[in-house]
């Protein structure tokens, strides 16, 4: 069974940063593509950032291009998401997904597994 549990959220004012890892196990992690979601209370889930099976594609969404940066390291079997320049609409519930397709994806339904979430909030 797959499990992944996602970690580093909390509180940071506007202009600030915060790194999420998302640990799993129960896979074959090096064959995974990786993501990031996030969802906001009655919106639907949408896509952040994703990252191939070798790390040597990435995929960000233009609201978080050039700020926040997916890395994935194989032997911690975890993927990270480096958030800077947070600005408070970056406020929501934060998800990372794993994909047995390998190359990354920007679609949720291309997901098969899923983390809990982590909550980041960013003030004002």
């Known amino acids: 069974q797959v499990q992944l549990v996602e970690s580093g959220g909390g509180l940071v004012q506007a202009g600030g940063s915060l790194r999420l890892s998302c640990a799993v196990s129960?896979?074959?992690?090096?064959?995974?593509?990786m993501g990031w979601f996030r969802q906001a209370p009655g919106k639907e889930r949408e896509f952040v950032a994703a990252?191939?099976?070798?790390?040597?594609?990435?995929y960000y969404a233009d609201s978080v291009k050039g700020r926040f940066t997916i890395s994935r390291d194989s032997a911690k079997n975890t993927v990270y998401l480096q958030m800077n320049s947070l600005k408070p609409e970056d406020t929501t519930v934060y998800y990372c997904?794993?994909?047995?397709?390998?190359?990354?994806?920007?679609?949720?339904?291309?997901?098969?597994?899923w983390g809990q979430g982590t909550q980041v909030t960013v003030s004002s």
């Open positions: 129960g896979g074959t992690f090096k064959k995974y593509g």
């Open positions: 997904a794993a994909d047995r397709v390998p190359y990354g994806s920007t679609s949720v339904a291309e997901y098969e597994y």
């Open positions: 990252i191939s099976w070798s790390g040597g594609n990435t």
